[in-house]
């Protein structure tokens, strides 16, 4: 499956954004979907997951709260809503594919998007 993120920018503290990540070339519905960040210098971390039917999602204890994941099977479209930004929310977001939680969690990802900018102002 390929995937496209999109929806990042420029936002002030306590500001929000919506991330989306287009899927294509395989059964969408068949993928937990998540979403994951890398700041400068850090290494990449998992933000939050959804399983195949949306019923059940996962989130980092550092955004719970303030993001919300969701997903649209028939536009093959995953989402992340992000609100009470904070500059440690700055980073390059990406969305990504997995069979499984266990796998998305290990990083084991059977496809990763490209990135979207986020940077949060002080």
């Known amino acids: 499956v390929q995937l496209q993120a999109s929806g990042g920018g420029l936002v002030q503290t306590g500001g929000s954004l919506r991330l989306s990540c287009a899927a294509s070339?395989?059964?969408?519905?068949?993928?937990?979907m998540g979403w994951f960040r890398q700041a400068p210098g850090k290494e990449r971390e998992f933000v939050a997951g959804?399983?195949?039917?949306?019923?059940?999602?996962y989130y980092a204890d550092s955004v719970r709260g303030r993001f919300t994941i969701s997903r649209d099977n028939a536009k093959n479209t995953v989402y992340l809503q992000m609100t009470s930004l904070k500059p440690e929310d700055t980073a390059v977001y990406y969305c990504?594919?997995?069979?499984?939680?266990?796998?998305?969690?290990?990083?084991?990802?059977?496809?990763w998007g490209q990135g979207t900018q986020v940077t949060v102002s002080s």
């Open positions: 070339g395989h059964t969408f519905s068949d993928y937990y």
């Open positions: 959804i399983s195949w039917g949306g019923g059940s999602t």
């Open positions: 990504a594919a997995s069979t499984t939680l266990g796998r998305m969690l290990q990083f084991e990802c059977e496809s």
